[in-house]
């Protein structure tokens, strides 16, 4: 599995960014996919996530409202959209394959990883 993640960047306060993250050599398959972030100092926390049919989502609490998750099937690409921005949301951001299928937010239950990509909000 090799992942790239994409679309970081410096917005200001309320802006939005749309983050991608392409399986490049389509090997996924019945995977539960999401989102996580780290902040500087701080635990990777967890975001979003979605099935691999996109029938069900899971949402942090802080980002309920705001962000979406969602995916192309045929692109092998699934996506965060982040709407409303904070400077609180500043961090790197992970996308990742969950050994399940089912939807999850524990982080030990990913077992692949994109390179990270930072988002910066400026208050």
């Known amino acids: 599995v090799q992942l790239q993640a994409s679309g970081g960047g410096l917005v200001q306060t309320g802006g939005s960014l749309r983050l991608s993250c392409a399986d490049s050599k389509r090997t996924i398959s019945n995977n539960a996919l999401g989102w996580f972030r780290q902040a500087p100092g701080k635990e990777r926390e967890f975001v979003a996530t979605i099935s691999w049919r996109g029938g069900s989502t899971n949402y942090a609490d802080s980002v309920k409202g705001r962000f979406t998750i969602s995916r192309d099937v045929r692109k092998n690409t699934w996506y965060l959209q982040m709407n409303s921005l904070k400077p609180e949301d500043t961090a790197v951001y992970y996308c990742?394959?969950?050994?399940?299928?089912?939807?999850?937010?524990?982080?030990?239950?990913?077992?692949?990883w994109g390179q990270g990509t930072l988002v910066t909000v400026s208050s």
């Open positions: 990742a394959v969950s050994r399940y299928s089912t939807i999850t937010s524990r982080l030990d239950s990913y077992n692949y």
